[in-house]
DNA sequence: TCATGTAGGACCAGTTTAGTCGTATATCGG
DNA sequence: CCGATATACGACTAAACTGGTCCTACATGA
């Protein structure tokens, strides 16, 4: 299907929330302006806080905060932080799931969708989704074996893979 | 988790092994060759054949091949008519799935993300799939023809978008 | 007629998703 | 200190989806 979880939506709207605010934010108050139910918001933020996104502060007035810049956060990063690792088939998970390597016809055709796909992902920042324009950088040429994507001013470290 | 179902997978992969092959082939024999569940690639090619990619021929020497020429058979095609849909979001299913489309701000930034994941899906075809990386080692029965496609030129099918 | 093939519905176990609940803990305003 | 407000986190559940099996019906060629 080939979809986003709910998850990992509600990681991008909370941090493009957060993004544009500017300041630190109640779960809660992002839970009530988007309707997304709060335990589950919760969770989300504190997979994010976890893997240094996002800065909590506890108490009456706490909340969340960005920890980095808005513009070094990429879509994959938030996406592969709270969903797991992204791939396009099990192929690509790495500890053999794949049973016919031998055979298999299509793992290097689609390997170039995948690359392509992280590629988008990677090129998109939080910066980008904040200013709401459009990046215009999510620009996809049709040759997929020279894949031309203009990238985010900064694309930032990929975490490894 | 973004990713492909091993149906679309099995769908790509025989696809791709007809159109190498350039003849007919039976469903028992791909399913043989990639170590695919038979009932289970059945179903697939069944849906492939309903959705007017594949032609099935009944009988004791029959089997399926490809109903267009592989150069005009996208992977995003074949994965929607699988899988169904392709949506980045629930919010795109259309039919109003997402009820604070006034509040949600990343519906845009990742729509142009979704665009360019259909795009980069609709630019690979069965066509360049075959010619990829061919390692050629198909032995199956009999004759081994030389991989002659139903459309010559290669002509990749652009997305509308 | 029989082996071999497709067509397709019913069923099932395991996993994932989305979400709830309960409880512990930290911080601030009184 | 007290209590309101916040995060932290594990256990649990219902529903959906995935991957797969099983069974029957039907078509075709030798």
Redesign the interface.
Known sequence: ??????KA?YG??AL??LA?KGASASAKEIAD???IPLPLLSKVLQKLAKNGFLLSEHGTHGGYRLARGAWSIT?LEV?RSI??P?????CFTGHGGC??L?????R???R??HD??QK??AS?SIG??AQ?G??EA?E?????SA?VYAASPALPVLPSL
């Open positions: 299907m080939l979809k986003l979880t709910k939506d991008l709207i493009k929330h544009v302006t988007y309707q879509a996406i969903d797991g992204v791939f396009l088939t099990s049973n016919h031998d055979t298999c016809n299509v290097e055709p689609l170039k969708v392509g796909i988008l992902l998109i980008d989704m709401d459009a990046p999510v996809c040429s049709g040759e997929v894949p």
